[in-house]
């Protein structure tokens, strides 16, 4: 059978990249063909970073804004320790801090019960900046705020990164 890209019904299927998820408060990196995704970004923060040259990506989803508010082992829970380790990682395996580039998304509202300052969402992505300006990574991309959750989904050959949330299209940074 004969199929429009010029190959045939015999020949040897597309290969899917490999899924790779991270859960709430967990970090992943990826250096082939990886489908880096997170779910349930509501104040959440997704974090993806990337390096063209090395196509080297990560993604971290962080709960809190910074490891000195509250006691913690685990670095990925939090925005400012969470980007940290990532960008460690990341340099671990080969990427450079000076070519990354950075795409975030989530910060909602969506359950904000503080009756002044700021909430966690909003405290989220101002932490994500900050800590993102110590490396200088630039934010080349950004879905932040609102009242509405969101998925991510990284491809790790590309640095793209596809937003979904409900009742809304798809966004790609």
Same mark, same amino acid.
């Given at each position: ?15 899917? &990249? ?11 990196? +990826?250096?082939?063909? +990886? ?28 709960? =809190? &804004? ?11 829970? #939090? +925005? ?32 904000? #019960? ?17 800590? =993102?300006?110590? #490396?200088?990574? &630039? ?16 491809? +790790? ?12 299209? &798809?966004?790609? =940074?």
């Amino acid at each position: 059978m004969k199929v429009y890209d010029g190959t045939t019904a015999e020949s040897e299927p597309a290969t899917q &990249p490999e899924r790779v998820k991270v859960g709430i408060a967990e970090s992943k990196v +990826a250096d082939e063909d +990886a489908l880096l995704t997170t779910s349930g970004l509501g104040s959440c923060l997704g974090v993806a970073v990337y390096d063209r040259s090395t196509a080297v990506a990560g993604l971290v989803h962080v709960m =809190l &804004p910074s490891i000195d508010e509250m006691e913690g082992d685990n670095d990925a829970k #939090f +925005a400012d320790s969470g980007i940290r380790a990532l960008v460690a990682d990341m340099e671990r395996r080969g990427a450079d801090r000076e070519r990354m580039e950075a795409k975030i998304a989530g910060g909602s509202d969506m359950l904000d #019960f503080s009756e002044n300052g700021s909430g966690i969402g909003v405290r989220n992505v101002e932490m994500g900046r900050r800590t =993102l300006a110590e #490396f200088d990574i &630039p934010i080349v991309g950004e879905d932040v705020g609102g009242d509405h959750g969101r998925s991510l989904r990284l491809k +790790a050959t590309s640095g793209e990164l596809v937003v979904k949330s409900a009742n809304r299209d &798809p966004l790609t =940074l």
